[in-house]
């Protein structure tokens, strides 16, 4: 079975850390674009990041630069998201998403995770 | 950035009605547009991918259509199961975008 499953949300104090982790099977992970998608509640969908099937190349939202780091290890098929000086405002579900339809690009997500919460508040 | 623009964000409609949804993009992105459908406390779930392309296992009164800016989401006969939120995404440019959502009621 196609799965992603996401872990590492919680509660953090502003200005806080997190590594949120992201487990893939029932696919060649390592051939595909990585992504980080997020949702405040009641709002609606934010990509926050995405990084190449072998790490090179990274982008991320505005938003999160400087403050975010997206990585991956391919040998344990594991997608990765580092926060560090964390704020009220990236309280969300935070998805971890793969687009399998091509492996020369980015493509549509058709593989998303349950999510993981992570709220920012003292 | 690419800007995304849905409307309408909210729409009320019946079982049986024929539903748009408009997405559009500030600058060209060619084809590279998807929708996504999400139910609350789930994660999104892909619809069509590539402007038209139906994603398997999706049915058939989903359609897309559209290029460059404007884009739609149409779904031709709106069944008990579709009353949810849709987005759409480009994926044109590395750095993603979404669609502000827009929330299929009953009427």
């Known amino acids: ?122 | 950035d690419i800007q995304m623009t849905q409307s309408p964000s909210t729409l009320s409609a019946s079982v049986g009605d024929r539903v748009t949804i408009t997405c559009r993009a500030s600058q060209s992105i060619s084809s590279w547009l998807a929708w996504y459908q999400q139910k609350p406390g789930k994660a999104p779930k892909l619809l069509i991918y590539k402007a038209s392309s139906l994603e398997s296992g999706v049915p058939s009164r989903f359609s897309g259509s559209g290029s460059g800016t404007e884009f739609t989401l149409t779904i031709s006969s709106l069944q008990p199961d579709d009353f949810a939120t849709y987005y759409c995404q480009q994926y044109n440019s590395y750095s993603v975008t979404f669609g502000g959502g827009t929330k299929v009621e009953i009427k």
């Not at chain 1, 079975?1 to 696919?27: H, I, T």
């Not at chain 1, 595909?32 to 009641?42: D, I, L, N």
């Not at chain 1, 969908?45 to 505005?62: H, R, T």
């Open chain 1, 1 to 122: 079975e196609v799965q992603l499953v996401e872990s590492g949300g919680g509660l953090v104090q502003p200005g806080g850390s997190l590594r949120l982790s992201c487990a893939a099977s029932g696919f060649t992970f390592s051939s595909y674009w990585m992504s980080w998608v997020r949702q405040a509640p009641g709002k609606g969908l934010e990509w926050v990041a995405n990084i190449k099937q072998d790490g090179s190349e990274k982008y991320y939202v505005d938003s999160v630069k400087g403050r975010f780091t997206i990585s991956r290890d391919n040998a344990k098929n594991s997608l990765y998201l580092q926060m560090n000086s964390l704020r009220a405002e990236d309280t969300a579900v935070y998805y971890c998403a793969s687009g399998t339809g091509t492996t020369l690009t980015l493509d549509a997500f058709d593989i998303w995770g349950q999510g993981t919460m992570v709220t920012v508040s003292s």
